[in-house]
């Protein structure tokens, strides 16, 4: 390698300097394949910035794009950090192929007539209207208002054969990224603050990695993983793990729970439906003492009252169940007498919540925390709930209403802290 670079003339050797595939590392290239989003996932100062103007750059050179979109926290950020940074598109432009920022119009112009345009993410309506072929979104997961950010960019991306577009993000448990990440046009790659430190100053590493090492702020920020759950939740997603199981014992009690929604229109609230079970541990490789065990989510969001309740109904014979429960702050009589139209069979006790969610909540997450319920299988629209639910609010979901952990509340509530050896199960056939 030397030995070619030695025989190269001085500005074959800075021309070299701009093949950013000779010097990059494999993260921090785009993947092969059919994709219209790639999602660069990286931990602080891993050289993702770098990747995203590299990758802008080398389209716009090839002629694979004219219009490109340029989208920060800030127009701040886009422009000193996407633009005029150590890594933006200035810093990293050969001599021949830099392009010119006009700081009024807020838009780069390469020599080829290609042109860029910088928005703020706070203002999503900036980018109503405007059309490109190529969009490069920077720390998406910091945007104050990500949605509609997101949104509107979505929108403005319809120019030429194959739009394109790279986010460039140290990752937070956002719905809108967890979204991004499962959508079959989106490919994914990561890299952790480690394999830049080539680039990075000693003092960072003995300051910043050494303290934060190890912990889950350092998965987060130093390699760049999703972590799914929030630190203030009351349950996490190790806790889960932990005590998750293939199958259930053999069950003394199981209960369908049903937290049934105000209204069925589209828009509306979940049902949220969970199937739980109660056994003793002896003999079954679990502590002594009762166990919870949470079976199935039948959860679902837009179902009619009839339709809830014939989704409740069948889980109660699926499970032979010996009790069904339902929240009646909203619907009283009403939810009894629907039940009834379904199945009259059904053993059927209201319930009433008469303190607040957080508060109902609490007990039957420190029966997690002693390792007395256990998810057969794994349930993920319902544990996104659980780990996403705090002292203060559902993080990074959207969601307006905890319907599904309500749903589990009440149900483990009934088999664990309501005497429940004063009710044996009584199998049906």
Known sequence: ????????????????????????????????????????????????????AEWVQT????????????????????????????????????????????????????????????????????LRGPQFDLAWADELAKWARARDAWDMLQFGLRLGARPRQVVTTTPRPLKLLREILDDP??????????????????????????RYEGTRLGRQELDGRLLEDHPGALWSRAILD?????????????????????????????????V???????????????????????????????????????????????????????????????????DSRVAYRPVYARRGKITRAEPVAALYEQGRVHHVGCFEALEDQMCAFTLDALHGLGTRSPDRVDALVWALTELMLSAPQAEPRVRRV
């Open 185 to 210: 046009g989106t490919v994914a790659t990561s890299a952790p603050t480690y394999a830049n430190r080539a680039n990075l100053a000693p003092a960072f590493f003995d300051a910043v990695i050494r």
């Open 59 to 126: 389209a716009v050179r090839a002629g694979a794009a004219r219009r490109v979109a340029l989208v920060g926290e800030t127009i701040h950020d886009a422009v000193d950090v996407m633009v005029d940074g150590p890594s933006g598109l200035l810093s990293i432009a050969p001599a021949d192929f830099r392009p010119r920022l006009q700081r009024g119009e807020r838009r780069l112009t390469w020599p080829n007539g290609a042109q860029a345009f910088l928005f703020s993410a706070k203002d999503p309506e900036g």
């Open 242 to 274: 932990e005590t998750r199981l293939p199958r259930p014992p053999q069950l003394d009690r199981v209960v369908v729970a049903v937290d049934p929604p105000v209204s069925s229109h589209e828009g509306s609230d979940e049902c949220g439906l969970v």
């Open 276 to 342: 739980a079970g109660l056994a003793r541990g002896e003999g079954e490789g679990l502590e002594t003492g009762w166990h919870g065990f949470v079976l199935a989510d039948r959860s679902a969001r837009g179902l009619s009252p009839r339709q809830w309740a014939e989704r409740a109904v069948a889980a109660y014979h699926e499970f032979r169940a010996d009790r069904l429960i339902a929240e009646v702050n909203q619907g009283g009589d009403m939810v009894r007498a629907i039940v009834s139209q379904v």
């Open 1 to 52: 390698m030397r030995f070619a670079l030695a025989s190269l003339s001085a500005s074959e050797r800075r021309a070299l300097e701009h093949v950013w595939p000779l010097w990059a590392r494999a993260d921090q290239l785009p993947p092969q394949g059919d994709w219209t989003t790639w999602v660069l996932l990286g931990g602080r100062g891993a050289g993702k910035t770098r990747a995203g």
